[in-house]
């Protein structure tokens, strides 16, 4: 019988099991190496610490588990590790919240014991002990079953003097029994909604039915009950994606007309640009201010990001906001198309173009050179003057280079930091060379660090020696990336919640 299909990973029927059990399931043994192929997971709904096994070994022979069985099975006892559980009388817990699981190794890398609080009054948390143990005996021919092949059976077994002293752990995940449940109650009534699954009323009837939280306690949550039940939909076609996703971007068009630039839905290239059509009305100062573009994850559903672009305005007196895109992936094929699109929607010339302030982000950089050769037929080396890196992201990593007492022992800061400077801000190539190697006498751990600012496309953004920087762009008074870290963090407040899971609400804040 060939056992090589099974998985490795062994999920018994029996799940917490409150009464003495045995069952079997097919096993892989690997003939190659006489041994069973065993990950660490043999769920059965318990924390399971080994307590001891006995198992081939060439080195030292074993006895036969028994009469008749082969030399290489194997036998492994297990030992419930208890549960974590709060014993505040002041707890507000609700009741629905079960013991907690808790982890099998107690003891942290230094050897202390770790400690756990509870999520709802901060008290720290008891471990309750438990008695309870299982065996997983591992069979190469299990000839008991009419010769079944490789078996695992399970056997544990429940007395009055053995038996849990806890409740089934509140676990943050669905298994595969509570998503078939799950699936059923969405098949039954597919309208369902979160607030009622949660209550336990059917909204079609207002009849009282059996609440989701019976099935998990995690769904006691609004926000992870309307995940689950969407994922049950999208698995079984219940779901609508026009429904979902199109309508939505209809509504959004509908409520800010003007707003949409362009949208690619399909996955693997998600792009959604958006202006104010006020600002196509501007004349802004392309010619005499600097674009300054970043990205930041915290505002959009996790797995995407927003890509914003901001540009001084002299009427106003400070920066504004003129394009932005939700995009899926930080690639440079993302960014060529982000940097096209906005210098096609603007209609920006080369010969009236300033230039972009940006951080050290290869992607950014390599997709704003390849839009400037898409757009304008402009080469590689003609590209990077209309570059200028960061001066804050370069004095943050400077900072943090001085502060690794590994790289610099605390009375030579001083020294680190005037070759740096002298570093970036000498045009001498040879006064250039020199401070490099001065700064790797006396700091020769941070050759790494130096390695990487020295590569072809970042040196040339932020060292003057080695800059390829247009006058006009090197000399401008713009020099961080502060205006938009500034919207960032605007942004982040008017946010009731970071990353939040619907992402037409992050499209609706932003536009």
Not at 156 to 178: A, C, G
Not at 294 to 322: M, N, W
Not at 339 to 359: A, C, P
Request: glycine share 4%; net charge positive; with cysteine.
């Amino acid at each position: 019988m060939d056992n090589s299909s099974y998985e490795m990973e062994y999920d018994f029927f029996n799940q917490f099991p409150d009464e003495t059990v045995e069952e079997v399931l097919p096993a892989v043994f690997d003939r190659t190496t006489n041994t069973f192929r065993v990950k660490r997971r043999l769920n059965i709904g318990l924390a399971l610490k080994k307590s001891h096994s006995k198992a081939y070994n060439k080195y030292k022979p074993v006895e036969k588990l028994a009469e008749d069985e082969s030399l290489y099975d194997r036998k492994i006892h297990k030992k419930c590790a208890g549960a974590l559980r709060c014993l505040s009388l002041q707890c507000k817990r609700p009741e629905w919240v079960k013991d907690q699981r808790p982890p099998v190794d107690w003891k942290d890398e230094l050897g202390c014991l770790k400690k756990f609080q509870c999520p709802y009054c901060e008290a720290p948390l008891k471990r309750i002990d438990c008695s309870v143990g299982a065996t997983f005996t591992f069979r190469v021919a299990d000839i008991r079953r009419e010769d079944r092949g490789s078996t695992v059976t399970m056997y544990q077994e429940i007395t009055e003097k053995k038996k849990h002293t806890h409740s089934i752990y509140n676990s943050l995940h669905l298994d595969r029994y509570e998503k078939k449940e799950l699936n059923n109650m969405v098949k039954d009534r597919p309208n369902i909604t979160a607030a009622a699954a949660i209550a336990g009323i059917n909204p079609s009837t207002g009849a009282i039915t059996k609440s989701v939280r019976e099935i998990n306690s995690v769904m006691a949550n609004h926000g992870r009950t309307k995940y689950e039940i969407r994922k049950s939909k999208i698995q079984q076609g219940l779901y609508s994606i026009k429904e979902d996703v199109v309508a939505a971007f209809e509504d959004l068009d509908e409520k800010y007309p003007g707003f949409m630039d362009s949208a690619q839905i399909v996955p693997s290239k998600f792009f959604v640009s958006f202006c104010s059509p006020e600002m196509l009305q501007r004349n802004l100062p392309f010619a005499d201010q600097s674009i300054i573009t970043d990205v930041t994850f915290k505002a959009v559903p996790k797995g995407y990001y927003l890509c914003s672009s901001v540009i001084y305005i002299e009427q106003l007196r400070k920066h504004v906001v003129f394009y932005q895109a939700i995009i899926k992936s930080n690639t440079t094929h993302v960014f060529k198309e982000y940097f096209v699109t906005s210098f096609r929607k603007f209609d920006v010339k080369l010969e009236n173009f300033l230039g972009v302030i940006m951080d050290f982000s290869a992607a950014q950089r390599e997709g704003f050179i390849l839009a400037l050769r898409d757009n304008f037929g402009v080469k590689q080396h003609n590209a990077l003057p209309f570059l200028k890196g960061c001066y804050m992201h370069w004095m943050q990593s400077v900072k943090r280079m001085s502060n690794n007492h590994q790289v610099v022992k605390p009375d030579e800061i001083d020294i680190f930091l005037k070759l740096v400077h002298r570093f970036r801000t000498t045009r001498n190539s040879i006064e250039f060379f020199r401070t490099g190697k001065e700064l790797l006498t006396f700091f020769p751990n941070c050759k790494k660090w130096l390695q990487w600012w020295l590569q072809p496309g970042v040196s040339s953004i932020v060292f003057r020696c080695k800059s390829l920087m247009k006058d006009d762009l090197r000399q401008h008074k713009s020099r961080t990336s502060n205006a938009i870290e500034a919207f960032h963090s605007a942004l982040y407040k008017l946010m009731p919640e970071k990353r939040q899971p619907v992402s037409t609400r992050s499209l609706r804040l932003s536009l």
